[in-house]
């Protein structure tokens, strides 16, 4: 498709986009008008450098039928929070160190402020 807007010969072209930080940004614009801000049910914030466990989790959440989202920038944990009730994002789980050591992660109500620590064992009897 690249060949048709140039004289080269192309052999592949890509493109990738955050569809999510897009949307943000567009509703937080007022470019588009949006009835919920996100389609996640949970956000993952991980507060570690090794992303391997909060992948995990979020990929047996989304097994599970729960839409996630892994919160990826580098920013303080405030910023982070201020994301997920920005977007109505209903539940944070939050991973540390300390969290992985003990076989556990957090989770937040960001409704009630509510927060719980879950075992990773326990993760397929969540509902959200």
């Given amino acids: 498709m690249a060949e048709y807007y140039t ?9 990738s986009i955050g569809l ?8 937080e614009l007022n470019l588009i008008k ?4 996100s389609v996640s049910d949970v956000l993952i914030i991980p507060m570690l450098e090794d992303l391997t466990i909060p992948i995990k989790l979020a ?3 989304r097994n599970n039928g729960v839409k996630t989202e892994i919160y990826l920038n580098n920013k303080k944990l405030k910023a982070k929070f ?12 939050i991973i540390g160190e300390d969290e992985i050591s003990q076989n556990k992660f957090k989770l937040k109500d960001m409704n009630t402020g509510e927060e719980k620590e879950i075992l990773f064992d326990d993760i397929d009897s969540l509902k959200f």
């Avoid at 004289?7 to 493109?15: E, Q, R, T």
């Avoid at 994301?83 to 944070?92: C, F, G, N, Q, S």
Wanted: glycine share 6%; aromatic share 12%.
């Fill in 82 to 93: 201020k994301y997920a009730d920005k977007l109505k994002i209903p539940y944070v789980i």
């Fill in 34 to 37: 949006a009835d919920k801000n």
């Fill in 20 to 27: 999510t930080r897009l949307f943000y940004k567009l509703n």
């Fill in 7 to 15: 004289d080269k010969k192309l052999p592949g072209v890509g493109i």
């Fill in 59 to 61: 990929t047996k959440l």
